[in-house]
Each structure stands twice: as structure tokens, then as C-alpha cells.
């Protein structure tokens, strides 16, 4: 079995979608749906996955939770709540109660676009995630590699919460370079409570270098940073279909992890994600 810890949905007719601006993300302007990713997924082997919040409305996270409880492919949610709102923990207790609310696994803020590089460790930010952790769920990190840093900071605040770093901390492939991304992602994996997911890569490398030899240094420093039992597979999808397809994202994943053994390839398709947003759902 396979989870697909890392993707998104949406519909263009209900929200739009601002951050997909310019030619370069053209593709992406239209409508991707659980309908869509389904038969990709069951093709590829993927029997569970992670719906993550895509933009900062308080009304998708209960969307979200409703598809999940709707689709049976649709395991947990990532979803957003504004963690500076005094009342964070209530608002976190009511989405749980939700229709859906039992997929609630984590919470996200888009921090790589917040211009502060410390904004993780403001106390209004941090009194919301000690109601993250307080509420049993994780924290999913979005950043860029300046504000790793922080993130290992924040996580060192807050030893009782998971922080689940997606897409690598976005190191930067296109031009090859490792540094400073692989010595601040290093510091962040040495605390125990961090996780990666290894995704996102194909869309930060240059178009033409995407195969697995390329992206091998960076799959190879969070191999050795985190281990494979902190490690997961995420798709990305369908913001990876700007450079590769469902099938090819997975089977370069496959590829980076193959000289694992195979209960280490265990944990970062499977095992990972079940340990970090629990159990796979009953009923």
C-alpha cells in the first residue's frame, strides 16, 4: 500500500485560486478534482491520501473535511485556520465537530509567504500552535530555505508538536546549489519531533534537469538528515503536472529510494504518514 501524503484539489467556480498568476503557472488555471486524481492514484497504487489547504479562507478547511468524508481515497486534511486568532482552540474544536471533522489531521499557514522570517516565532503565532498541539494534530511547515532557521527554533519551543516540513523546505534545485538549505535542513531534522516529506521537487528543478540523478543530492541529504521512519512520500499533485505526470512524480520517488531497504521504503510510502496523522480511517 501507498499514501500520497501531499496534495491538493480545488474549483474555480467556488474559489479562486490567486497565488496561480503569470504564463508559467497557466496550466494550473483551472478546475482539479478528487474525480480527477482518483484513477491516477488507484493506477499508481495509491490507496490513501492527504488533502493540504491551498489558500487562507477559513471556508475551505470545512470543504475539505466534507470531501474527505465523501471519498474514501481522501485519508486527512491539512487544513488552515488563522493560529494568531485568540480563540484558535475553540475554532479548532469546531472543525473537528464538523461533517468530516474526524479527517482533520493538521494545520498549515502559507509562512513562505509571510515577510517576517521569524513569523513562526511571534507569541501570538505560538500560542497557536501549543492549540495545535493541544488538539492532537501537526503542523505542516511551507517555507523557503531562509526561514528554516525559525522553523527549528519553533519546533524546539514546541517539543510536543509534530512539524511536518513539506517539499524539502524548497532547496534550491534549479540552480544546484545545496547551501544553506542542507545545513538548515540538517537542524531541523536533529530535533526529534520534525518530519519531511519528499515532495515537491520536480517543479523547483530546472526543466532540464528533473531526472532522479539530478534531485538525488537533495533527496539524499533529507534521506541521511531525517532517516526514512521521518520521511514521506507526497505527490504535490496537481502542481507537479507542470513538470512531470501522477505516475512519473511516484516513479521518480520510487527511483530516489531504491537502494533503501525494503522496510525503510515501508516508511516513507506508507509507514511515515500513518505514524505522523494516524491511523487509517474506520467506518
Same mark, same amino acid.
Given at each position: 500500500?501507498?499514501?500520497? +501524503?501531499?496534495?491538493?484539489?480545488?474549483?474555480?467556480?467556488? *474559489?479562486?485560486?490567486?497565488?496561480?498568476?503569470? =504564463?508559467?503557472?497557466?496550466?494550473? *488555471?483551472?478546475?482539479?478534482?478528487?474525480? /480527477?486524481?482518483?484513477?491516477?492514484?488507484?493506477?499508481?497504487?495509491? $490507496? !490513501?491520501?492527504?488533502?493540504?489547504?491551498?489558500?487562507?479562507? =477559513?471556508?475551505?478547511?470545512?470543504?475539505?473535511?466534507? #470531501?474527505?468524508?465523501?471519498?474514501? #481515497?481522501?485519508?486527512?486534511?491539512?487544513?488552515?485556520? /488563522?493560529?494568531?486568532? &485568540?480563540?484558535?482552540?475553540?475554532?479548532?474544536?469546531?472543525?473537528?465537530?464538523?461533517?468530516?471533522?474526524?479527517?482533520?489531521?493538521?494545520? *498549515?499557514?502559507?509562512?513562505?509567504?509571510?515577510?517576517?522570517?521569524?513569523?513562526?516565532? !511571534?507569541? $501570538?503565532?505560538?500560542?497557536?500552535?501549543?492549540?495545535?498541539?493541544?488538539?492532537? #494534530?501537526?503542523?505542516?511547515?511551507?517555507?523557503? &530555505?531562509?526561514?528554516?532557521?525559525?522553523?527549528?527554533?519553533?519546533? +524546539?519551543?514546541? =517539543?510536543?508538536?509534530?512539524?511536518?516540513?513539506?517539499?524539502?523546505?524548497?532547496? &534550491?534545485?534549479? @540552480?544546484?546549489?545545496?547551501?544553506?538549505?542542507?545545513?538548515?535542513?540538517?537542524?531541523?531534522? +536533529?530535533? =526529534?519531533?520534525?518530519?519531511?516529506?519528499?515532495?515537491?521537487?520536480?517543479?523547483?528543478? /530546472?526543466?532540464?534537469?528533473?531526472?532522479? +540523478?539530478?534531485?538525488?543530492?537533495?533527496? /539524499?541529504?533529507?534521506?541521511?538528515?531525517?532517516?526514512?521512519?521521518?520521511?514521506?512520500?507526497?505527490?504535490?499533485?496537481?502542481?507537479?503536472?507542470?513538470?512531470?505526470?501522477?505516475?512519473?512524480?511516484?516513479?521518480?520517488?520510487?527511483?530516489?529510494?531504491?537502494?533503501?531497504?525494503?522496510?525503510? !521504503?515501508?516508511?516513507?510510502?506508507?509507514?511515515?504518514?500513518?505514524?505522523?496523522?494516524?491511523?487509517?480511517? @474506520?467506518?
Amino acid at each position: 500500500m501507498t499514501v500520497d +501524503a501531499h496534495h491538493h484539489v480545488w474549483d474555480l467556480s467556488v *474559489r479562486d485560486q490567486d497565488w496561480i498568476t503569470g =504564463p508559467g503557472l497557466r496550466p494550473l *488555471r483551472r478546475d482539479f478534482t478528487v474525480g /480527477d486524481l482518483e484513477p491516477q492514484a488507484r493506477a499508481a497504487g495509491v $490507496d !490513501r491520501t492527504v488533502l493540504v489547504q491551498t489558500v487562507t479562507v =477559513p471556508e475551505e478547511t470545512p470543504e475539505f473535511l466534507a #470531501l474527505a468524508e465523501a471519498h474514501p #481515497l481522501i485519508w486527512g486534511v491539512v487544513g488552515w485556520t /488563522d493560529l494568531t486568532r &485568540p480563540d484558535v482552540a475553540d475554532e479548532l474544536a469546531r472543525l473537528r465537530a464538523l461533517p468530516g471533522g474526524r479527517h482533520l489531521k493538521g494545520v *498549515r499557514h502559507q509562512v513562505q509567504s509571510e515577510p517576517d522570517p521569524r513569523w513562526l516565532l !511571534r507569541p $501570538d503565532v505560538a500560542r497557536g500552535l501549543a492549540a495545535v498541539a493541544e488538539a492532537g #494534530l501537526v503542523y505542516d511547515l511551507v517555507v523557503v &530555505p531562509h526561514q528554516l532557521p525559525a522553523c527549528a527554533e519553533a519546533a +524546539a519551543r514546541h =517539543p510536543g508538536l509534530t512539524f511536518v516540513l513539506d517539499h524539502l523546505g524548497k532547496p &534550491p534545485i534549479a @540552480s544546484g546549489g545545496t547551501q544553506p538549505w542542507a545545513d538548515a535542513v540538517r537542524a531541523l531534522a +536533529a530535533l =526529534p519531533n520534525t518530519v519531511c516529506k519528499l515532495s515537491g521537487m520536480v517543479t523547483e528543478a /530546472d526543466p532540464a534537469r528533473r531526472t532522479p +540523478a539530478d534531485l538525488r543530492p537533495y533527496a /539524499d541529504t533529507v534521506l541521511d538528515a531525517f532517516g526514512p521512519d521521518r520521511l514521506m512520500f507526497g505527490s504535490d499533485w496537481p502542481v507537479c503536472t507542470l513538470a512531470a505526470s501522477y505516475s512519473e512524480v511516484l516513479a521518480t520517488a520510487r527511483d530516489l529510494t531504491a537502494g533503501l531497504a525494503e522496510s525503510e !521504503r515501508g516508511a516513507v510510502f506508507e509507514g511515515t504518514a500513518t505514524r505522523v496523522y494516524g491511523p487509517a480511517r @474506520s467506518g
